[in-house]
């Protein structure tokens, strides 16, 4: 039986949100491409390795995984039912076969003990109910030694694009539905360094570097806006806002698409070579 003790995310990412997301996996992974080099050059995934990837969504970042680690395999977990059929619809349809999915909640899943090689995470850490919780359960799911990279985002600042964008979008829309304004809130809850280090409590080698991306939001300013306003679907928006909104959007238009620079911070540690096999 699946055990979620964050029940909040669990609502959110099996209701409306995961649903967009699985809907639109495309548009949400042009938003985090930049990001995926980085990830996996600072995970170092070698070809026999078993890797973890926590919050794996549609499985881009499993699917990558894998093809990495070609003689050992990756395992995506997530709470999102939705996504986590996305996942395996795309993982048949390239032909990976190194590649398994769990619905689970990563921060009390019974992951076997020094199970993995390298655990990595596009994002999902951050939705946990109780960071250092979750934390030292990865770090019992990792090898004495083993690696741990993801990433999370850096406080949306007034001086970002992308944080100048977003906030007019909510300035002239009014707040979001409880399921996206939670959704919302975790992603913001690893923005401080001295937090992530905080619950990184009992790894070794903690680094956290700065990475810029240039998220992709649509073909042009209208396709932007349209999925920009398609998570909030019956929302009425008067033309003038609409075309308020565009114009926003409008200087960042480019022939690759409306991009809008963005930035995460890039953290890695090590589970302690120390560290007893069962964790403690």
Not at 50 to 64: F, K, M, N, P
Not at 107 to 120: E, K, N, R, T
Not at 183 to 189: D, E, K, R, T
Request: glycine share 8%; with cysteine.
């Amino acid at each position: 039986m699946t055990t979620f003790v964050n029940t909040r995310q669990a609502q959110a990412w099996n209701g409306s949100v995961g649903l967009h997301w699985a809907t639109h996996q495309q548009r949400y992974d042009a938003l985090l491409t930049d990001v995926n080099d980085a990830l996996f050059a600072a995970a170092a995934v070698r070809p026999a390795d078993r890797v973890l990837d926590v919050g794996c969504g549609a499985g881009t970042t499993t699917r990558i995984a894998a093809r990495l680690a070609a003689r050992g395999h990756a395992v995506g977990v997530d709470i999102s039912a939705p996504l986590l059929r996305r996942a395996q619809e795309l993982t048949a349809a390239e032909k990976i076969h190194n590649a398994t999915y769990t619905e689970a909640d990563a921060q009390v899943h019974a992951f076997p003990s020094c199970g993995y090689d390298v655990i990595v995470s596009r994002g999902g850490v951050m939705f946990f109910a109780d960071h250092a919780a979750a934390f030292r359960n990865l770090r019992r799911a990792l090898m004495p030694g083993g690696r741990l990279a993801f990433v999370c985002p850096q406080p949306a600042g007034p001086g970002t694009e992308e944080g100048q964008a977003l906030r007019l979008f909510g300035e002239l829309l009014g707040g979001p539905d409880p399921d996206t304004a939670a959704a919302l809130a975790a992603m913001a809850s690893l923005s401080d360094p001295d937090r992530i280090r905080a619950v990184l409590e009992g790894w070794e080698n903690v680094e956290i570097s700065p990475v810029s991306l240039d998220a992709v939001w649509g073909r042009d300013a209208a396709d932007a806006v349209d999925f920009i306003l398609s998570r909030s679907p019956g929302r009425p928006v008067p033309a003038g806002t609409r075309t308020m909104l565009e114009d926003s959007l409008r200087p960042y238009e480019s022939r690759l698409g409306v991009r809008l620079r963005g930035a995460v911070w890039l953290v890695t540690a090590n589970r302690p070579v120390r560290d007893k096999p069962d964790g403690d």
